[in-house]
């Protein structure tokens, strides 16, 4: 079983010292394992917990939530099915952000397309306009 240091636990998570500390404070986190120095050190469970933490946190899910989930847990395996349910709903979440993203990805597309054009007709010479540059010779 491998053992990671805070510094690891940091870097394989992307979850800064300070908010591994605080996810421990508030209990989304068991006790972590300490070394005799006092040193914190992350099991591979603790690790892959966290993963589960990055995962909801990234898809928006609330520390309420998360704490709920993490309750439902660890109370074992009576309660899948309201696990299940959490999760559900967050994933209905999910696909409407996503929803309201993809609006607003095609609202700036079409801005993007409008820069483009003008952009375009800019430097494209109108053979109504006079400029030197056009001008024959």
């Not at 240091?5 to 998570?13: F, G």
């Not at 439902?72 to 999760?87: H, Q």
């Not at 967050?90 to 952009?119: F, G, N, T």
Request: charged share 30%; net charge negative; with cysteine.
């Amino acid at each position: 079983m491998s053992v990671y240091t805070p510094a690891q636990a940091v870097e394989e998570t992307g979850f800064s010292l300070d908010t591994l500390r605080y996810y421990e404070r508030i209990g989304l986190l068991e006790r972590v394992e300490r070394n005799a120095a006092g040193q914190r050190r992350f099991s591979e469970s603790d690790v892959s917990w966290l993963g589960m933490l990055r995962c909801l946190r990234d898809t928006g899910m609330p520390i309420a939530e998360m704490l709920r989930f993490a309750q439902l847990v660890r109370s074992g395996d009576d309660t899948i099915a309201k696990r299940l349910d959490l999760l559900e709903a967050h994933d209905r979440e999910v696909e409407d952000q996503i929803a309201r993203l993809r609006e607003k990805q095609e609202a700036l597309q079409h801005k993007i397309q409008y820069y483009r054009d003008v952009l375009t007709l800019a430097e494209t010479p109108s053979p109504c306009v006079h400029t030197p540059e056009t001008e024959p010779v």
